[in-house]
């Protein structure tokens, strides 16, 4: 097997799932007589954010799906926010409702995003989205953590019976990771900052999943030789060889041990964009379908 064998190719991926969301969006627009509709939040002037907001923007309009950008002034109140998602969530053209995080420090991010309707919640970080995923009944996913699904999937089939390693305990990627993971019969395990024996129950992992935002955290002596590892993180750095985008794995260390392995960049980032994608088509044909019963 050569390296390039070992490489899991999420922009290749990203791509043909998102012809698959932009056939099934235009037969959506036909059925119904207007797009799926996504309306994305941007509160402030983050430059960052402002990249991820026009990013999303192109994916939604590349998939057949229609956008719908506010952007508020960093000095916009809760009040305000919260009154733009009141309206949002009674609008039939808008099907998944999305608030660019971070938001300002003195916005509460918890009551804005718990105030969008759970039926249009893109990000799945609404209470009852996580629930019914932990209860393994999953609606509306967080993006990152059902790329790295289906990228597991596409490379090893049935994951049941896998002991999958999750390093790092967020909200986004690592506890929606664990219920997913265990949804596909797993044996999982979270570690994090406090865990003990580290390394060790990293290199017990079949699937190991790296999210902890540290560069080159892990390295090829915690990986089991073959193990497939998902490397979430997107660390910005400067070294001798310049500035570049590396992960929270040493990529070149890990590619000698690994049996599969997430280049960064190239590996979830490009699947997180297009899961939201997905996840807007989801919430387009469930809304549709309970307007019709």
Do not use: W
């Amino acid at each position: 097997m050569t390296k390039s064998d070992l490489i899991i190719d999420g922009k290749s991926f990203a791509a043909r799932l998102l012809e698959t969301v932009s056939v099934e969006a235009f037969e959506f627009r036909d059925q119904h007589g207007h797009a799926p509709g996504l309306a994305v939040i941007l509160v402030g002037q983050d430059a960052a954010s402002q990249v991820y907001v026009s990013t999303k923007m192109k994916k939604a309009e590349a998939a057949g799906i229609k956008s719908y950008p506010y952007f508020l002034e960093s000095t916009s109140s809760e009040e305000e926010i919260l009154s733009l998602i009141c309206k949002l969530n009674s609008d039939p053209l808008v099907h998944g409702i999305l608030v660019q995080l971070p938001l300002p420090p003195e916005i509460d991010e918890r009551l804005i995003t718990t105030a969008i309707d759970p039926a249009k919640d893109v990000d799945g970080f609404h209470p009852v989205n996580v629930g019914m995923l932990s209860q393994g009944h999953p609606k509306l996913v967080p993006c990152t953590p059902l790329g790295c699904l289906l990228l597991l999937k596409d490379r090893l089939g049935d994951l049941a019976g896998k002991k999958a390693v999750i390093v790092g305990r967020s909200n986004i990627v690592g506890k929606p990771m664990a219920s997913l993971l265990l949804n596909e019969n797993c044996t999982v395990t979270i570690v994090h900052s406090r865990s003990r024996n580290l390394r060790y129950e990293c290199s017990k992992a079949d699937i190991l999943v790296v999210a902890v935002g540290r560069p080159r955290f892990i390295s090829s002596n915690y990986i089991k030789p073959g193990a497939v590892v998902i490397d979430v993180g997107i660390n910005r750095i400067d070294d001798d060889s310049g500035k570049q985008l590396v992960g929270d794995v040493d990529y070149a260390s890990a590619l000698s041990v690994a049996g599969a392995i997430t280049p960064v960049p190239g590996g979830v980032g490009p699947m997180t964009v297009v899961c939201l994608m997905k996840n807007t088509l989801i919430a387009a044909k469930s809304l549709a379908a309970a307007i019709d019963n």
